[in-house]
């Protein structure tokens, strides 16, 4: 059974940053994309950002020249490196993957984790 464990979520000051993992176990395919969605109190879930096998990636415009999302295949593990942090940014994070890169893209995807809290002190 596949699992998504995530760790990285914490309390950082604005400006700060944080590194965010997941990492895929419990399956030997290659997800054909792995993404970072968040849900704020109040707000619709949204994506964040994606990187499928091939290293095609996706960010939402809000942060888009501040996060950074990578991806070890062999490792089945992905990041997301947030620098200059916002309180905007203060949600549950959570790791998602799918062998069909569009079910991910379209907030689909088959497996999810639990969610990780990041927030952003002012």
């Known amino acids: 059974q596949v699992q998504l464990v995530e760790s990285g979520g914490g309390l950082v000051q604005a400006g700060g940053s944080l590194r965010l993992s997941c990492a895929a176990s419990g399956s030997n395919l290659l997800f054909g994309a792995m993404g970072w969605y968040r849900q704020a109190p109040g707000k619709q879930r949204e994506l964040v950002a994606s990187?499928?096998?091939?290293?095609?990636?996706n960010y939402a415009d809000s942060v888009r020249d501040r996060f950074t999302i990578s991806r070890d295949n062999g490792e089945n593990t992905v990041y997301l490196q947030m620098t200059s942090l916002k309180s905007e940014d203060t949600a549950v994070y959570y790791c998602?993957?799918?062998?069909?890169?569009?079910?991910?893209?379209?907030?689909?995807?088959?497996?999810w984790g639990q969610g990780t809290q990041v927030t952003v002190s002012s």
């Open positions: 998602a993957a799918d062998l069909s890169s569009m079910a991910v893209l379209r907030g689909r995807a088959g497996y």
């Open positions: 990187i499928t096998s091939g290293g095609s990636r």
